[in-house]
């Protein structure tokens, strides 16, 4: 099985900031990577597909990068509606899940 | 479109066998190079993917669960079904069904879920 990493799990930040969350995989994934957001009591929602396309729809403050191991999450400038909780996925084998990273207000 | 919606008894007894139907609108199930897959959330934890099947009847699923489920499809009414048996409070959780659309590569296929079903609660108890 191929295990997901997260970090941080959670972080604070304000309106306009930047935003890094990270993704690992416990072995290689080339580009098999899958980022997803989560609001409270909904759905998941696809942002970010192959480590850096970007499903459409999704703003372009969107941004996903790496491939291997170690990938990327970034939002170049946090807005009201992205606080939410952040899912890495990866399509490599038998799909599975970071653990998530929560995005709340500073 | 697409749209998905879970269905089934939001309350399942110890040892019995949970029942979930989604039901796809807005497309015929049968279309497209898609899986469809089913997907759980406990509480206040993170994603599990359970297994997913083709509209062929191809399947596929999680090592940890294979033993206890069973997914199947009936394109007549554009449904696929979930079936997890001997439940214990561990099953307790949201479930999804969601599409899980691919794409090709030079390295193969990469698949995501790029739609899903809003989630309905199944809590086992006595």
């Known amino acids: 099985d191929i295990q997901m990493t997260q970090s941080p799990s959670s972080l604070s930040a304000s309106v306009g900031d930047r935003v890094t969350i990270t993704c690992r995989a416990s072995?290689?994934?080339?580009?098999?990577l899958n980022w997803y957001q989560q609001k409270p009591g909904k759905a998941p929602k696809l942002l970010i597909y192959?480590?850096?396309s970007l499903q459409s729809g999704v703003p372009s403050r969107f941004s996903g990068s790496g491939s291997g191991t170690d990938f990327t999450l970034t939002i170049s400038s946090l807005q009201p509606e992205d606080f939410a909780t952040y899912y890495c996925?990866?399509?490599?084998?038998?799909?599975?899940f970071g653990p998530g990273t929560k995005v709340d207000i500073k | 479109q697409v749209q998905l919606q879970e269905s089934g008894p939001g309350l399942v007894k110890p040892s019995q066998t949970l029942s979930l139907t989604c039901t796809v609108s807005?497309?015929?199930?049968?279309?497209?190079?898609?899986?469809w897959s089913w997907i759980r959330q406990p509480a206040g934890k993170g994603l599990e993917w359970i297994g997913r099947?083709?509209?062929?009847?191809?399947?596929n699923y999680n090592p940890s669960l294979k033993s206890r489920v069973t997914i199947s499809v009936d394109t007549s009414k554009n449904q696929f079904s979930l079936k997890l048996s001997s439940v214990t409070a561990a099953d307790t959780a949201v479930y999804y069904c969601?599409?899980?659309?691919?794409?090709?590569?030079?390295?193969?296929?990469?698949?995501?879920?790029?739609?899903w079903g809003q989630g309905t609660l199944v809590t086992v108890s006595s």
């Open positions: 969601a599409r899980d659309s691919g794409k090709l590569y030079s390295s193969g296929w990469l698949y995501y879920f790029d739609y």
């Open positions: 807005g497309g015929s199930i049968s279309s497209g190079s898609y899986y």
């Open positions: 099947i083709y509209t062929s009847g191809s399947t």
């Open positions: 072995q290689s994934i080339s580009s098999y």
């Open positions: 192959a480590a850096s």
């Open positions: 996925q990866q399509s490599y084998s038998t799909p599975s």
